[in-house]
């Protein structure tokens, strides 16, 4: 059986205004979160590493096999009408959240479908809640508050309005993020972008 519940997203429906999104609480396993838990990568400094980039255990690189996994992929792209056969895919972790973080943005055009899911226990704090939003300068502007509970699935389109942004948050937030891209090319950019940011975040740090 697989660590995530993909008939849970298929079952879902689809919110298209003002832009597609769905939101999947539960998405991760009850019985598989655990085992992901124990075998989360460290990732103590802020900022988003690479999956290539960090060391994880067996119950995590499963979970990572599932989310890329075609079964998850062919109800994405049913979901989105999108068709995801031939594009690549990119994952970061992300285990620490800055009082800088969360600033309002969209996605880099590059990035077809943005895929987050949050492995945070019970969250409590009222920041640190990402917010999907109708504009880019007002963050309580909010069409849809996704807490970053455990096993929280959230899955958006990107396009020019998907606006998001949370509530400055200092302290442990965990949170994977996979997109399907345009091509190859982004994923060997993003990914040395990403390297050597975390290279001299572990230098500072």
């Known amino acids: ?26 998405f991760v396993r009850t019985e598989a979160r655990d085992a992901i ?8 400094l802020p900022g988003s590493f690479p999956l290539p980039t960090v060391s994880y255990g067996k119950a995590f690189g499963d979970f990572m096999d599932a989310i890329r996994g075609e ?16 594009r690549p ?41 990402l917010r999907l939003l109708r504009s880019a300068d007002d963050l309580n502007d909010v069409i849809a508050e996704v807490p970053p509970d455990e096993g929280t699935l959230l899955v958006f389109r990107n396009q020019p309005n998907a606006w998001h942004g949370f509530e400055a948050f200092e ?10 891209v345009t091509d190859k090319g982004v994923v060997w950019r993003e990914q040395t972008r990403h390297r050597v940011s975390a290279f001299f975040k572990r230098l500072r740090a």
């Open 1 to 26: 059986m697989l660590p995530i519940d993909v008939e849970a997203f298929r079952k879902t429906p689809l919110t298209r205004d003002p832009f597609p999104y769905v939101i999947v609480p539960g």
């Open 37 to 44: 838990q124990r075998d989360f990568p460290e990732v103590p």
């Open 71 to 86: 079964e998850f992929t062919e109800a994405v792209a049913e979901k989105f009408g999108i068709d995801l056969s031939d």
């Open 89 to 129: 895919t990119m994952i970061t972790v992300r285990g620490t959240s800055r009082a800088q973080d969360g600033q309002i943005h969209t996605d880099s055009t590059t990035k077809l479908i943005t895929v987050l899911i949050y492995m945070n226990g019970k969250w409590e704090s009222p920041q640190g809640r």
């Open 171 to 180: 302290g442990p937030r965990r949170v994977i993020q996979l997109n399907w």
